[in-house]
Nanobody, 120 residues
Framework: QVRPVEPGERLVQTGGSLRLDCELS????MGWFRQTSEKERDFVAA????????MYAESVKGRFIMDRDNAENTVHLQMNILKPDDSAVYFCASGPLPGPSRNPFRYETWGQGTQVTVSS
């Protein structure tokens, strides 16, 4: 089971920063995805069960950082230099595979999502 630590809506101005947290109950690969309107969920970042391998979408590389703390059973997505195009509902997802994946169908458990709105 995964769930965002702070569900609901987060609002930030362009150029600002925000951190999303997700609680996890298993040491599996974890991913962050985002979705706008009726579009499919887009890959944002993913990490392996031990955090040793992490990958990012090109659109967020250099701005977002994903890491995990297995001792605290949490995974974080630090989002910096935010842009209006980053506005979306962000989902954390887990397992069952141990490695990271860009494919949302590789994940079996999803959080309820957090709305992130970046105002211009």
């Amino acid at each position: 089971q995964v769930r965002p630590v702070e569900p609901g809506e987060r609002l930030v101005q362009t150029g600002g920063s925000l951190r999303l947290d997700c609680e996890l109950s298993a040491r599996t690969g974890m991913g962050w995805f985002r979705q706008t309107s009726e579009k499919e969920r887009d890959f944002v970042a993913a990490t392996s069960w031990n955090g040793h391998e992490t990958m990012y979408a090109e659109s967020v590389k250099g701005r977002f950082i994903m890491d995990r703390d297995n001792a605290e059973n949490t995974v974080h997505l630090q989002m910096n230099i935010l842009k209006p195009d980053d506005s979306a509902v962000y989902f954390c997802a887990s397992g069952p595979l141990p490695g990271p994946s860009r494919n949302p169908f590789r994940y079996e458990t999803w959080g309820q999502g957090t709305q992130v709105t970046v105002s211009s």
